[in-house]
Nanobody, 123 residues
Framework: QVQLVESGGGLVQAGGSLRLSCAAS????????MAWFRQAPGKEREFVST????????YYADFVKGRFTISRDNAKNTVYLQMNSLKPEDTAVYYC????????????????WGQGTQVTVSS
Protein backbone atom coordinates (compact mmCIF):
# COMPACT_ATOMS: atom_id res chain seq x y z
CA GLN A 1 0.00 0.00 0.00
CA VAL A 2 1.10 3.57 -0.66
CA GLN A 3 2.16 5.72 2.31
CA LEU A 4 2.25 9.52 2.14
CA VAL A 5 4.35 12.09 4.03
CA GLU A 6 3.77 15.85 3.69
CA SER A 7 6.34 18.58 4.29
CA GLY A 8 6.98 22.23 3.47
CA GLY A 9 4.44 23.98 5.67
CA GLY A 10 5.29 26.98 7.80
CA LEU A 11 4.54 30.59 8.67
CA VAL A 12 4.33 33.15 5.87
CA GLN A 13 3.00 36.69 5.47
CA ALA A 14 -0.01 37.41 3.27
CA GLY A 15 1.05 37.56 -0.36
CA GLY A 16 3.93 35.17 0.20
CA SER A 17 4.56 31.68 -1.14
CA LEU A 18 5.13 28.14 0.08
CA ARG A 19 5.71 24.84 -1.67
CA LEU A 20 4.28 21.72 -0.09
CA SER A 21 5.64 18.26 -0.88
CA CYS A 22 3.97 14.87 -0.62
CA ALA A 23 6.38 11.95 -0.79
CA ALA A 24 4.90 8.54 -1.58
CA SER A 25 6.48 5.27 -0.48
CA UNK A 26 5.52 1.66 -0.99
CA UNK A 27 3.85 0.42 -4.12
CA UNK A 28 2.68 3.24 -6.36
CA UNK A 29 0.22 2.61 -9.16
CA UNK A 30 -0.48 4.67 -12.24
CA UNK A 31 -4.19 4.30 -11.47
CA UNK A 32 -3.88 6.36 -8.27
CA UNK A 33 -5.16 9.92 -8.19
CA MET A 34 -3.32 12.27 -5.81
CA ALA A 35 -5.04 15.18 -4.10
CA TRP A 36 -4.54 17.95 -1.55
CA PHE A 37 -7.09 18.79 1.14
CA ARG A 38 -6.98 21.32 3.96
CA GLN A 39 -8.66 21.71 7.33
CA ALA A 40 -8.75 24.71 9.66
CA PRO A 41 -9.52 24.34 13.40
CA GLY A 42 -13.23 23.82 13.93
CA LYS A 43 -13.87 23.60 10.18
CA GLU A 44 -14.58 20.62 7.95
CA ARG A 45 -11.94 19.27 5.60
CA GLU A 46 -12.14 20.75 2.09
CA PHE A 47 -10.77 19.85 -1.32
CA VAL A 48 -7.90 21.94 -2.73
CA SER A 49 -6.43 20.27 -5.83
CA THR A 50 -5.80 16.94 -7.54
CA UNK A 51 -3.52 15.37 -10.17
CA UNK A 52 -3.21 11.94 -11.75
CA UNK A 53 0.09 10.25 -10.93
CA UNK A 54 0.98 9.17 -14.48
CA UNK A 55 -1.07 11.68 -16.43
CA UNK A 56 -1.39 15.42 -16.77
CA UNK A 57 -4.99 16.00 -15.68
CA UNK A 58 -5.44 18.52 -12.87
CA TYR A 59 -8.34 20.15 -11.05
CA TYR A 60 -8.48 23.04 -8.57
CA ALA A 61 -11.00 24.38 -6.11
CA ASP A 62 -12.28 27.79 -7.19
CA PHE A 63 -10.72 29.59 -4.24
CA VAL A 64 -7.16 28.63 -5.28
CA LYS A 65 -7.34 28.89 -9.07
CA GLY A 66 -4.64 31.20 -10.37
CA ARG A 67 -2.74 31.04 -7.07
CA PHE A 68 -1.90 27.36 -6.47
CA THR A 69 -0.27 24.88 -8.86
CA ILE A 70 -0.15 21.11 -8.39
CA SER A 71 2.66 19.14 -10.03
CA ARG A 72 4.49 15.83 -9.80
CA ASP A 73 7.95 14.30 -10.08
CA ASN A 74 7.51 10.60 -10.71
CA ALA A 75 11.25 9.92 -10.40
CA LYS A 76 10.97 11.01 -6.75
CA ASN A 77 7.43 9.68 -6.22
CA THR A 78 6.50 13.16 -5.04
CA VAL A 79 3.57 15.52 -5.61
CA TYR A 80 3.94 19.25 -5.00
CA LEU A 81 1.58 22.11 -4.26
CA GLN A 82 3.06 25.51 -5.10
CA MET A 83 1.08 28.14 -3.21
CA ASN A 84 1.44 31.77 -4.26
CA SER A 85 -0.38 34.94 -3.20
CA LEU A 86 -1.30 33.33 0.09
CA LYS A 87 -4.16 34.78 2.12
CA PRO A 88 -4.92 34.51 5.84
CA GLU A 89 -7.93 32.33 4.99
CA ASP A 90 -5.51 29.77 3.52
CA THR A 91 -4.35 29.00 7.07
CA ALA A 92 -5.00 25.31 7.72
CA VAL A 93 -3.44 21.90 8.04
CA TYR A 94 -2.81 20.64 4.52
CA TYR A 95 -3.15 16.92 3.83
CA CYS A 96 -2.04 14.78 0.91
CA UNK A 97 -4.38 11.94 -0.07
CA UNK A 98 -4.72 9.21 -2.68
CA UNK A 99 -7.45 7.06 -4.18
CA UNK A 100 -7.83 4.70 -7.10
CA UNK A 101 -8.92 5.78 -10.55
CA UNK A 102 -10.91 9.02 -10.42
CA UNK A 103 -10.74 12.16 -8.31
CA UNK A 104 -13.45 13.19 -5.88
CA UNK A 105 -14.10 16.35 -3.88
CA UNK A 106 -15.30 14.34 -0.88
CA UNK A 107 -12.47 13.46 1.51
CA UNK A 108 -14.21 10.29 2.73
CA UNK A 109 -13.65 8.73 -0.71
CA UNK A 110 -9.86 8.73 -0.33
CA UNK A 111 -8.04 5.62 0.84
CA UNK A 112 -4.60 6.87 1.95
CA TRP A 113 -3.67 9.99 3.91
CA GLY A 114 -0.53 11.76 5.04
CA GLN A 115 -0.09 13.20 8.54
CA GLY A 116 -0.64 16.81 7.45
CA THR A 117 1.54 19.92 7.43
CA GLN A 118 0.59 23.25 9.03
CA VAL A 119 0.34 26.37 6.87
CA THR A 120 -0.13 29.67 8.69
CA VAL A 121 -0.59 32.95 6.80
CA SER A 122 -0.38 36.19 8.78
CA SER A 123 -2.06 39.43 7.72
Amino acid sequence: QVQLVESGGGLVQAGGSLRLSCAASGRTFSNYVMAWFRQAPGKEREFVSTITWSGTNTYYADFVKGRFTISRDNAKNTVYLQMNSLKPEDTAVYYCAAKLYYWDRNYVKYDVWGQGTQVTVSS
